[in-house]
C-alpha cells in the first residue's frame, strides 16, 4: 500500500525486470540511464502513473510491459531505437488513461513488433489513446506491420508519422 511520488534508479544501465510487483501509487518510475532491458510483465497491474526511460535504446522484450496499468498516463521511451519482433506483445493492453504514445528515435523495427494476432496487440483495450506517433522514416515498415490497419488495437487512435 501507500502512495510514492518517485522511484529512481539512477545508475542502472542494463537490466531484467521480471514482474516488478508493485502495490503502492507511484506517480513516477525513472531508470535515468537504463539503455537495455527486458520488461517482460515488468509493470502489468501496477498503479504507475508515469514510466521515464530517457536512455533506453533497445528493448529485448516488453509482452505484457504494463498490461492493466489503467493508471499510466506517460511513457517516455523517447531513445527507443530497436524493437526486435513481439516487442510489445500485450504491452500496453487496458492501459486506459493512456492517451498518447511516441517512438521519436525507433528505427530499427522487426516486422510484427506490435504483435501477430488481434489477441496479442500492443494496445489492446486502450480506450483513451488517440494518438500514436512514429517516425516518418519508419512509414512503410509500420503500415506493413500485423494490427496497423486498427491502429494495433487502439480503435480511438491516430497514427502519425510526423517526427
Excluded: W
Amino acid at each position: 500500500g501507500g502512495i510514492f511520488n518517485t522511484i529512481s534508479f539512477p545508475k542502472l544501465k542494463a537490466g531484467r525486470f521480471y514482474q516488478f510487483a508493485l502495490s503502492a501509487t507511484v506517480n513516477k518510475i525513472s531508470f535515468e540511464v537504463l539503455e537495455e532491458a527486458d520488461l517482460n510483465s515488468a509493470f502489468s497491474n501496477s498503479k504507475v502513473k508515469e514510466l521515464d526511460f530517457p536512455g533506453l535504446k533497445k528493448i529485448t522484450n516488453a509482452n505484457s510491459m504494463c498490461k492493466g496499468c489503467k493508471y499510466l498516463t506517460n511513457i517516455n521511451l523517447n531513445s527507443l531505437e530497436t524493437a526486435i519482433r513481439l516487442t510489445f506483445d500485450k504491452s500496453f493492453e487496458g492501459c486506459t488513461s493512456l492517451s498518447t504514445i511516441s517512438f521519436p528515435s525507433l528505427t530499427n523495427v522487426e516486422n510484427d513488433v506490435f504483435g501477430t494476432t488481434d489477441d496479442n496487440l500492443a494496445f489492446k483495450n486502450c480506450t483513451a489513446l488517440t494518438e500514436i506517433h512514429f517516425r516518418a522514416d519508419i512509414e512503410t515498415a509500420i503500415k506493413a506491420m500485423y494490427g496497423f490497419n486498427n491502429n494495433f488495437g487502439a480503435t480511438n487512435a491516430t497514427i502519425y508519422f510526423d517526427l
